[in-house]
């Protein structure tokens, strides 16, 4: 049976040509099916488009079974397809986000953390207190299969009521063996609960367990556990796609990164890596030399780093949600501008430096702070987003048999959506032409 899903008189559509230029159409709709887009067409046209489309179905059919309504139901209760309408009078449409770098699956909340930020206590000195991530290992370590569980897929209904169709999901705050594959297990059994599509990320290089933090030798046998079974373990059982690691001076240093990736490029994942958020210790260039999808954070890069860029197949992906809620130092986007550098944008979603899963108010950050112009923000939520987490299909890209991946907006314009902070005019989000959320509102 055919899924046809229209999206009829959209008064204007936001997005990409196949050579990601930026494309926008008025008075039009477009018809998809089984999640792809089928055709575009003048809103005069519709009806016409529909009833062709139809018919060429029908010819398809059995004989026997080929006498269908328009409703798609046949005398004998047979379907060779149904319609879904979307009517987009007075909205505007766009394509579905995507959220290349979050840490959803946790325990425990860290607003007791909040407030002594905000008086000037540094990240860094709380997690030497036994604060941040140490604080939400122990919460999640406590948590059972199914909490953890109730906790993601919470968060998820929420990343997908402000239109996110796509996000990795990183584990971290397991960090034994155990719980770091316990977490993996669980961000897969999600998929089974979500049409949001989920990119794992294998992510015990989060930080040093807590027992280990001030012994050297059992840093050193953190290390050798990740590389000995995590690692191979993660791999056997397709649990991620990528291996990420917390670059920085007090975290795993320069060396412990590159002996850490490689071991995962021998093991076959893809590299993430958290890099020049705190300290500019070298390792963007790392990660460029191994070939890293992505790279992340990257306040303190300098502009020769960001010229390195221009010659690699690395996405660097900017977090500005998480400067905003540190309230530190943003990343220097007038230098990946200058020299014509594409980022990503995302949401960093966690218990300590962003928690939230609003990602329209990071879209609206990256306008304030970064100075990024409307279309910047959709190309790097959107197409730039699904390069860094090396997707096959881009949403936006306005052409047939592309993903049927979609928002409706009760805006007047791109620009209104960043503009109008704090709300969320989201009215449906469509994936694969697949209605996955309905604002209730």
């Not at 060396?255 to 021998?266: F, G, K, N």
């Not at 990946?336 to 939230?356: M, R, Y």
């Not at 592309?402 to 009215?427: K, M």
Request: charged share 30%.
């Amino acid at each position: 049976m055919k899924k046809i899903v229209s999206l009829k008189n959209i008064e204007k559509i936001y997005g990409f040509d196949k050579d990601f230029n930026q494309k926008v159409l008025e008075n039009i709709s477009i018809i998809c099916i089984d999640g792809k887009i089928h055709s575009i067409l003048p809103n005069e046209n519709y009806d016409e488009g529909i009833r062709e489309l139809t018919c060429e179905i029908e010819k398809e059919f059995d004989n026997n079974r080929n006498k269908v309504y328009y409703d798609g139901i046949s005398q004998k209760d047979n379907k060779s397809y149904e319609i879904k309408e979307y009517d987009l009078k007075n909205k505007i449409c766009l394509p579905s986000f995507i959220d290349p770098h979050t840490h959803l699956i946790y325990a425990g909340q860290r607003s007791h953390e909040f407030f002594k930020r905000n008086r000037g206590v540094s990240y860094l000195k709380i997690a030497e207190e036994g604060g941040g991530i140490s604080y939400t290992i122990k919460k999640t370590r406590e948590a059972s299969d199914d909490q953890l569980l109730f906790l993601l897929l919470k968060r998820l209904k929420a990343l997908s009521s402000f239109g996110v169709s796509h996000v990795e999901i990183k584990s971290g705050y397991g960090l034994t063996v155990k719980e770091e594959l316990r977490l993996l297990e669980i961000i897969k059994k999600a998929q089974h609960y979500t049409n949001i599509k989920i990119i794992p990320t294998c992510m015990p290089a989060h930080d040093f367990p807590p027992e280990s933090k001030k012994d050297e030798k059992l840093k050193e046998k953190w290390i050798q556990q990740i590389i000995d079974e995590i690692l191979p373990e993660a791999k056997r059982k397709n649990l991620a796609k990528f291996f990420d690691i917390f670059t920085e001076e007090k975290f795993f240093n320069y060396y412990q990164t590159e002996r850490l990736c490689r071991s995962a490029i021998d093991n076959g994942f893809k590299i993430k890596m958290h890099v020049n958020e705190l300290s500019n210790i070298g390792a963007l260039k790392l990660a460029i030399d191994m070939n890293a999808t992505s790279v992340e954070h990257l306040l303190q890069t300098t502009e020769e780093e960001v010229i390195l860029f221009k010659n690699s197949n690395t996405t660097p992906v900017l977090l500005p949600a998480t400067a905003f809620y540190l309230n530190e130092r943003y990343a220097p986007f007038n230098l990946f501008e200058k020299h014509g550098v594409d980022v990503g944008l995302a949401s960093d979603s966690n218990p300590g430096s962003n928690c939230t899963e609003n990602i329209l108010m990071v879209y609206t950050i990256a306008s304030i702070k970064l100075h990024m112009e409307a279309f910047q923000i959709l190309k790097a939520s959107t197409i730039t987003a699904a390069k860094a987490l090396d997707l096959k299909d881009y949403p936006g890209i306005l052409e047939k048999d592309q993903p049927a991946d979609f928002l409706i907006v009760n805006v007047p314009s791109l620009e209104y959506l960043y503009y109008h902070y704090g709300d969320n005019p989201i009215e449906k989000v469509i994936v694969d032409g697949e209605e996955v959320f309905v604002n209730g509102i």
